[in-house]
Structures are given as structure tokens and as C-alpha cells.
């Protein structure tokens, strides 16, 4: 059996170059890793990437340090498969990641002058459509969760001075779309309401909410898991008191689970 590659005194170079050193020697050595290709990895990276946005919202520092190294890992490997199959090496990636960072900055590589991270964002998008962008979106991924999406979207527009400066603006059409989906949607008579209808409101009005959100600096994904996890917490001590006394949730009325639920608040 071989030795493993040992720790030594680490600069960002040589620890880098340790993580390729045991990533290539697992890709020959491990029947696992061996096994893997680029569609096998994809689902098992997107899990490391959820998991570390949990740990970044929890501010766990030794998870978050966990889970970057466990994203970086998979960062490597898809390398590795590359070099492998011809198509290029760590090398090329580090390399096109810094030249474009270069190039998209030349208020700091350059003769460029900003006052400030709108103009930042302004240049980024003008220099993508300069590159061969057809379209100041064509950068949103179609495969983003659709609340993320939205957030990108609107940021993405943004870019290009399509946006509302006055908050008060951005208000008035979260109602405007509160509104119209109330029209669509008769609380007092849902059987007359057309669904297909009340939804396309419905995602107006969650749209221009996200919109909102992102004028007063509340990021709506952060917002909406932190919810989730207060809910859940929650909801666990509520199942936890109910089991403590002997009861079944299915047995209790809703004011009964309130009772538990409002101790929940108190603690929480």
C-alpha cells in the first residue's frame, strides 16, 4: 500500500497542488472514483453546493470550511476528466478564470473609472454583450430554482438601467399585483375563479415581491430558508411536546397544536 501524500507547510500553491496530488492518485488507485464521469458527479455536486449554502446561512465556520472543501474537490475531478478525455486541464481553467476576471475589470486592470458597484455591474454587463452575449439574460441558468431565477433576472436587467430607482415605485406595483390577483381570484366564491389565471397573478405578485426584496438589500432565497428553518424547528418541538404528553397530531385540534407552537415562538 502506498503512503499517503503528507501534509507539510502549506502555501495556497503547495496545498493546492496536494488536493490534485490525492484527487489524480484516487482517480487510478480508488475503484469509485475510478468509476465516475461528468453526469454521475453532477447531482452529488449539486447536493455540495446546498449543502454548503445551509452551513454559509447557519454561519458554521468549521462546515462552511468542510463543505468548500468538498465543492473544490468536485471542482478538481471535473478537471481531471477533462484532462483525461483531451479536452483540457486544471491549467486552461485557472487560466480562462483569471483572464476573464481581468477582462471584466478594467476599472482595476485597466483605464476604466467607476464611482461605485452599480457602475461595477453596468461595465460587467456591457463587456458580456461585447464578448458574444445575444443577451444580457443569456447568463441566467434555465436550470435555477425559480424564486433564484427571478432574483437573477432582476439583477441581471438591472445592469442595463432597466429598473425602478424609488422603492416607493417597486411598492406600488407589489400592490398594484396584490390587486390583480385578487381580481382572479375570489376568495368568497373560489369556484367561480379561473386557476390558470389566479397562477399567472399569483407569479406576478411573487415576482415583484422578490423585486422589492432586492431594493431594500434582503436576498429573497436567504429570507425564505431562513423561514423554512424556523418553521421546521419549530414544528419538531410541537411533534416533541405532543409525544412528550402522550398525544398524536392527528388526534389534536388546531388549537391545541397552537398551544405547543406558541411555546415554540417564545423559545426560538
Known sequence: MSHPIPA???????????LLDVLYTLRVACPWDKKQTMQSLRHLTIEELYELTDAILDEDYPEIKKELGDVMMHLVFYARIAEEENRFTIVDVL??????????H???????DVENEEQ???NWETLKLKEGNKS????????????VKAYRIQDKVRG??????????VWAKVEEELAEFKAEYDIDKPEESDLNKAEGEFGDLLFSLINYARHIG???????????KKFISRFTYLEQRANQNGQ??????LEEMDIYWNEAKKLS
Request: some cysteine; aromatic content about 8%; proline content about 7%.
Open 136 to 147: 444580457v439574460l443569456s447568463g441566467v441558468p434555465k436550470g435555477l430554482p425559480a424564486l
Open 248 to 253: 398524536n397530531l392527528q388526534d389534536m385540534t
Open 160 to 169: 442595463v438601467g432597466f429598473d425602478w430607482e424609488d422603492k416607493k415605485e
Open 120 to 122: 461595477v455591474k453596468q
Open 8 to 18: 507539510i507547510e502549506f502555501t495556497p500553491a503547495t496545498a493546492f497542488q496536494r
Open 106 to 112: 478594467p476599472h482595476v486592470y485597466g483605464d476604466i
Open 95 to 104: 487560466n480562462s478564470i483569471c483572464d476573464k476576471l481581468i477582462s471584466r
Open 218 to 228: 434582503i436576498n429573497p432565497e436567504n429570507a425564505l430558508e431562513r423561514t423554512n
